[in-house]
């Protein structure tokens, strides 16, 4: 039987998602998480419980993920190869305890046991998309559209709130996208779902094997094996999303109360605040402060992890590769350092009275004019302040940079500049992630985030170009929506276009695609009911 053969260790058991109890607690999670009391505002001043060390009593929807037996973790630089697994959903009915989880996936490379979250997806078809559109004959929108997207959304849901990043590639939680999906729906119940879900798995220490630091938020959970590492913690850009993500909640929580963040004694009327502020010290204080060095930069650096590399070579969004030729750490990504000096500015808000954060965000916003290049009209793609180099491509990245940003932060013009060189990017369907200089269209070549273009970006795009007054940009960003609201209820992670086809690539449905969708279908009915009511009162 299935059970047999589990408990004769001839199949691998992995442990899936353990996320939440149903404990409750004062704030509402698992008691793990609660270092706040009604009386005291900050918690750092005394020690916060482990967030890594669970009680999970009474916990149910346990997901046993049992993979191929074949597939094997080798010794030294291992990797899992021809990696592919079979997900099982078994209702365990009885109540469930798992205490003291271990936060490593492997005891040792020598060990069997992977402790991997796998999704409730059980008997839906994981096949990757793979769909052409002819000569860009997108369908007309579905009359159910709204269901399209509450369809994909459940396709990736996970108990408590949590979701997925895509599938069938992405069946974990990734706090990047998770958070970026929620501020672009403005889906506040998705929003505080995540946060809290992110402070229960908050850096302790430094690790070498999973890129952990104090204070960093997590890449995704649970990680993955790649040349002899994990990638758990491998991002530089989680941590700022924690932080702007927060600011947002706190926001939300005080419209109740016709309150916003800087009023006389807000602090005190915001239950979300209370709950966080320990949170937010240690992203801050912890991880961010010490990744800003002398000049202002925000730089990546493994050596803040104890480690000689990440499992990825990088890491923010695009973590694939660089565009050009490598990079040597440590690295300042422009687009990783304006997420972080939006992260500050938001931290200065919600600690008016620390002045070296205030110091900090004015020297942060000077590197942030130090890369940009206003020959080229664009931020450097990369900065490497230990060699004094600067890594130039046309990239998405400063159209991008452009959401995060307000007018005031960057050069006079240089919104419009970036508007204006980005134009080698422009698709049918949006802007292309990275191209290479000096190659004609035809020639060019195709990779994961080079010459694609990716649906979520899209969305940031335009919200970003409408912000610093770039009709341009907003329309070019808003031709997506041919690919995301076409009746088909299918989302990518990316797509390419190719003469006169747009292929799909990737995980469909994918989270921060869904968004998007969401996003562009919201403003294409405004747009329409607008137009309405402008025919309307013309009438009149």
């Excluded at 004959?137 to 990043?165: K, T, V």
């Excluded at 923010?316 to 422009?334: C, M, Q």
């Amino acid at each position: 039987s299935t059970w047999g053969n589990i408990l004769s260790g001839k199949l691998m058991l992995v442990l899936g998602l353990v996320l939440l109890c149903s404990a409750s607690s004062k704030v509402g999670v698992c008691p793990s998480m609660d270092c706040i009391d009604d009386e005291n505002t900050s918690c750092c001043s005394r020690q916060c419980p482990d967030p890594h060390t669970f009680d999970f009593s009474n916990c149910r929807d346990a997901l046993w993920h049992v993979l191929d037996p074949h597939s094997t973790l080798t010794k030294g630089p291992f990797e899992i190869l021809d990696y592919y697994y079979e997900l099982g959903l078994w209702d365990l009915g009885a109540e469930c305890t798992f205490k003291h989880v271990d936060r490593h996936y492997v005891s040792d490379v020598d060990s069997p046991q992977v402790h991997l979250m796998r999704a409730n997806v059980a008997q839906r078809s994981l096949v990757p998309v793979r769909r052409d559109v002819n000569s860009l004959g997108i369908p007309s929108p579905s009359a159910d559209e709204q269901s399209n997207f509450e369809d994909a959304l459940g396709m990736l849901a996970l108990p408590h709130g949590l979701y997925m990043a895509g599938l069938p590639n992405f069946p974990r939680n990734f706090v990047r996208d998770s958070i970026i999906t929620s501020l672009i729906m403005e889906d506040n119940t998705m929003l505080l779902a995540q946060l809290r879900f992110a402070i229960s798995r908050q850096g302790q220490e430094r690790d070498p094997n999973t890129g952990e630091e104090p204070g960093k938020m997590f890449h995704e959970y649970p990680g993955f094996p790649i040349n002899g590492l994990w990638t758990d913690y491998n991002a530089c850009d989680a941590t700022a999303l924690f932080v702007i993500g927060v600011f947002e909640a706190v926001q939300h929580d005080l419209k109740q109360v016709e309150m916003k963040v800087g009023d006389e004694g807000w602090e005190h009327h915001s239950k979300i605040w209370k709950e966080m502020r320990c949170a937010v010290e240690k992203a801050v204080f912890e991880y961010i402060v010490p990744h800003v060095d002398d000049s202002g930069f925000f730089f990546e650096d493994p050596s803040l992890a104890d480690a000689k590399r990440f499992a990825l070579k990088v890491t923010y969004w695009k973590d694939s590769k660089l565009l050009g030729t490598g990079h040597h750490f440590p690295v300042t990504y422009s687009l990783a350092h304006a997420q972080n000096y939006r992260a500050i500015t938001r931290a200065v808000a919600l600690f008016p009275t620390n002045t070296h954060l205030r110091t900090l965000s004015v020297k942060m916003k000077s590197a942030l004019h130090q890369l940009f290049d206003s020959d080229r009209g664009m931020f450097a793609i990369s900065f490497n302040t230990k060699l004094n180099t600067h890594h130039h491509g046309i990239s998405s990245d400063s159209l991008t940079a452009l959401y995060f940003l307000e007018p005031s932060d960057i050069p006079e013009g240089a919104a419009r500049m970036i508007e204006m060189n980005s134009t080698p990017l422009e698709t049918a369907i949006g802007y292309a992630t990275e191209t290479i200089e000096g190659v004609a269209s035809a020639d060019q070549p195709i990779g994961y985030h080079l010459n694609t273009v990716w649906p979520f970006e899209q969305a940031l795009i335009h919200l970003g170009a409408a912000r610093h007054g770039l009709p341009h940009a907003t329309e070019v960003s808003s031709r997506v929506q041919q690919i995301l609201i076409d009746g088909t209820g299918r989302f990518p992670e990316l797509a390419r276009v190719q003469g006169n086809k747009v292929k799909f690539l990737g995980c469909s449905p994918q989270l921060w695609s869904i968004a998007a969708g969401k996003y562009f279908f919201k403003l294409k009915h405004k747009s329409a009911k607008d137009t309405h009511n402008h025919h309307h009162h013309s009438l009149l």
